[in-house]
């Protein structure tokens, strides 16, 4: 299989284009359908693979005037056999400025484990922006995003392995 296109275009609510880029040359693949590790990581043009393709994923900024509009996502594959010799796809999506939550207080300083401060344990934030491996934040709508928990002196975010199912388990939740 040859990719032979694959493109992207964002629209605003003036039908203007705000955003254009062509991949088809700047493919990469370092994951398979799986999630697992492709080693060594396919980059530039897709040619000749009879790997099936993972997810697609591309990031770029939006103006401040953006309010709503339409990405459009453009493929064509080539195969080298078979009864179908091209393929093309399009989808054409609206889009909206996601919903915005303000914390008011993040956590920082000693977290609270049963009612009482206590300096052994931490927060931490993780599987936020700049994530090397694929996760639910992954999405571009969770790009974000952070997990934010309490771990122990063990790196472990719960304190009975045998009870993962039950919330209050875990030394953070909601």
Request: glycine residues 8%; contains cysteine; charged residues 20%.
């Amino acid at each position: 299989m040859d990719v032979t296109n694959a493109s992207v275009k964002l629209k605003d609510q003036s039908n203007t284009t705000v955003h254009k880029a062509y991949f088809t040359n700047l493919m990469m693949v370092d994951q398979d359908v799986l999630g697992q590790t492709v080693n060594p990581a396919l980059s530039g043009s897709v040619l000749n693979s009879d790997a099936p393709l993972p997810k697609f994923y591309d990031g770029f900024e939006v103006p401040r005037s953006f309010e709503k509009g339409n990405v459009k996502i453009q493929a064509n594959v080539k195969f080298r056999s078979g009864a179908l010799d091209c393929y093309g796809d399009s989808r054409t999506l609206p889009v909206k400025l996601a919903p915005i939550t303000k914390v008011s207080h993040l956590p920082y300083g000693v977290p609270i484990i049963k009612g009482v401060a206590d300096p052994s344990f931490r927060w931490h934030w993780g599987n936020g922006i700049g994530g090397t491996s694929f996760n639910a934040h992954s999405y571009p709508e969770h790009r974000y995003s952070y997990d934010i928990g309490i771990w122990d002196t063990n790196n472990q975010s719960f304190e009975d392995p045998m009870k993962l199912d039950q919330n209050d388990n875990f030394y953070s939740w909601g």
